[in-house]
C-alpha cells in the first residue's frame, strides 16, 4: 500500500513547530553539492494527516517529530489560512478499501480532501489516473511522480496533496538587465549563467558571516497573508555549509529583526529545476522510525487493513525567473500492508555569483513554504515564466 501525502495550511501555534520541523529537516537531508528544493510546509501537513490515523507509538513518534504531543488540538483549524498558494488533497483507495469513519470525517472536514477509487491491480491505469490528477493540481510541473514499480498486489491506498504557488514579484527584474555572468560553485571550474539585476531599495542585513536580502512578491486582494524570497549567501570569510549550520528559528528572528530598507544593487541567477528526495532517512534521523516497521499502527485509519510506511519522497519544482517564481510540490508516502524600477544609488550590493540559499516564507508569520539550496543555477525553461498580468 502506498500513500501520498502533501501540502495544506496552518496557523497559530502550528506555526513555529513547522519551521522547528523545516530546520530540522533541512539539517538531516543529504549534504552534497547538488540543487535541493522542498516544501517543509507541505510535509509537515502530509505527517500530520497521517499521524491522524495511527494509533499509540506510532503516532506518538510522529507528533513528537512533529513537534505536537499527542493529544494536541492547535492544528485542529489548519486549513482556514489563506496563504496565496493552491492546495489539494485525494484519496484514492483500492476499491473496496475502507477507512475507519473517524479518519475519513478529518481528511474531507480539515484538510478538504477527494475521495477517489482506483483498482491497483490494473497498474498503468491507476498510475495514470493519479499521475493525471497531480498534474493538473501543479499546472503541469509534476506529472510522473508516480511509477508503476511503486505499487504492487499489496497496495490499498495512494493519499495525494499538492501545492502550487505562481507570483510576481513587487518590483520585477528587466530581461533587458539579465547578461551572461560567471558563477563560481564550490567545485569545479565557473558556469555562465544567466544574471538578473536591479537597484532599487530593498530589506536587506549583513553580519559578517551572511548577507540576506527579502524580495516581495505581489500581493493579490484575495490574499490574507503575502509572501516574500529571502536569499542568504554566505560571506567570503564563511562557506554555504556554514551558513546551513546557522540556521536556525533564533538567527531566522535576529536576521527578520535587523533588516532595514536600504538603496542597493541585487543581482541573482535565473534558475528552473526539478528536485526528488528520499525522505525516509532524514524522517527516521529525526524519529519516525516505527511507522516503517511491521509494528506500525494505522488503526486509526483502517481497521480492516495492517498498514506500515514502505517510503517517503517529495517531488518540488521551481523556477525563479524575472517575473517571479512558479513553485509546485508533491510528496507520496508508501504504505503496504504490514515595467523599468527608478535607478537609486546603491548603498550595498548583494551579488549571488556563489553557491546560496533560498526560502519563500510568509511575511505575516514567518512560515516557511519553501526552501532550498542553489549550488548550480540552472536556466528557466521556455514556458516556466509567469504569465503576464500575475
Not at 2 to 10: D, E, P, S, Y
Not at 74 to 84: G, K, T
Not at 221 to 227: H, M, Q
Request: glycine fraction near 6%; include cysteine; proline fraction near 5%.
Amino acid at each position: 500500500m502506498f500513500l501520498v501525502l502533501t501540502f495544506q495550511c496552518f496557523a497559530g501555534p502550528a506555526q513555529n513547530k513547522s519551521n522547528a520541523f523545516a530546520l530540522s529537516l533541512f539539517s538531516h537531508l543529504e549534504k552534497g553539492e547538488e540543487n535541493v528544493a522542498f516544501s517543509p510546509y507541505g510535509l509537515f501537513n502530509n505527517l500530520l494527516l497521517l499521524s491522524y490515523g495511527a494509533y499509540k507509538g506510532t503516532k506518538k513518534e510522529l507528533r513528537h517529530t512533529l513537534g505536537l504531543s499527542v493529544n494536541d488540538k492547535s492544528c485542529a483549524h489548519l486549513y482556514a489560512r489563506d496563504y496565496p498558494l493552491n492546495m489539494t488533497t485525494g484519496l484514492f483507495a483500492h476499491q473496496g478499501t475502507a477507512f475507519t469513519p473517524a479518519f475519513e470525517n478529518i481528511a474531507q472536514d480539515l484538510f478538504d480532501a477527494e475521495l477517489h477509487t482506483v483498482n491497483y491491480t490494473m497498474g498503468s491505469e491507476a498510475v495514470s489516473t493519479i499521475n493525471g490528477w497531480i498534474a493538473n493540481q501543479t499546472g503541469g510541473k509534476i506529472s510522473g511522480l508516480i511509477e508503476e514499480s511503486d505499487i504492487d498486489s499489496a497496495t490499498r491506498l495512494i493519499l495525494a496533496n499538492t501545492v502550487y504557488f505562481e507570483k510576481g514579484w513587487i518590483s520585477p527584474f528587466m530581461p533587458q538587465n539579465t547578461h551572461h555572468d560567471p558563477f563560481y560553485p564550490e567545485q569545479g571550474s565557473p558556469i555562465q549563467v544567466e544574471m538578473m539585476r536591479q537597484s532599487k531599495e530593498f530589506l536587506y542585513f549583513e553580519d559578517g558571516q551572511t548577507q540576506g536580502v527579502y524580495l516581495p512578491f505581489a500581493r493579490g486582494t484575495k490574499d490574507t497573508s503575502s509572501v516574500e524570497c529571502l536569499l542568504l549567501l554566505p560571506s567570503d570569510k564563511s562557506s554555504l555549509e556554514e551558513l546551513e549550520k546557522s540556521l536556525s528559528e533564533k538567527t531566522l528572528a535576529q536576521w527578520k529583526e535587523s533588516r532595514a530598507l536600504t538603496p542597493m544593487q541585487v543581482q541573482v541567477p535565473k534558475f528552473s529545476f526539478s528536485k526528488k528526495v528520499t525522505l525516509d532517512p532524514a524522517l527516521k534521523d529525526m524519529g519516525i522510525t516505527s511507522a516503517f516497521s511491521s509494528g506500525a499502527n494505522f488503526k486509526g485509519m483502517s481497521t480492516d487493513q495492517k498498514l506500515y510506511l514502505q517510503t517517503c519522497l517529495q517531488e518540488t519544482f521551481f523556477s525563479f525567473h524575472e517575473k517571479g517564481v512558479t513553485a509546485a510540490a508533491a510528496t507520496t508516502s508508501h504504505m503496504g500492508l504490514t515595467a523599468m524600477p527608478p535607478q537609486v544609488c546603491p548603498e550595498a550590493s548583494f551579488i549571488a555569483e556563489r553557491p546560496f540559499l533560498f526560502l519563500l516564507v510568509s511575511a505575516e508569520d514567518d512560515t516557511i513554504l519553501f526552501m532550498g539550496r542553489v549550488a548550480s543555477p540552472q536556466e528557466a525553461l521556455p514556458g516556466d515564466a509567469i504569465a503576464d498580468g500575475i
